[in-house]
C-alpha cells in the first residue's frame, strides 16, 4: 500500500527484474482502477553510482543519477 500527501491509501502490484548483473527493470500498477503505472530502469555504472529512468503516466520521464557512499 502507498500513501501519498493528501491521497487515500491505494494498493500497487510491483513487479522486478534483473536483466543482467548492471541492468533492473520494476513495472508498478495501480490497482484501484486508475491505470496510473509506473517503469523504472537502473543501469549501475559502478558500486557507487547508477542512473535510474523512470516513466510515469501522471509526471512524465524522470532522470536520476545515483551516488552511494559508505557510512564510516
Known sequence: FLRGEGAPSTA????GKRITPDLNVVYSQDLTGS???LVAVE???SDRLSVLLTQSQTSGY???LRL???AR
Open 12 to 15: 500497487r502490484m510491483t513487479l
Open 68 to 70: 552511494r557512499r559508505q
Open 43 to 45: 543501469y549501475t555504472l
Open 62 to 64: 524522470g532522470f536520476d
Open 35 to 37: 491505470e496510473e503505472r
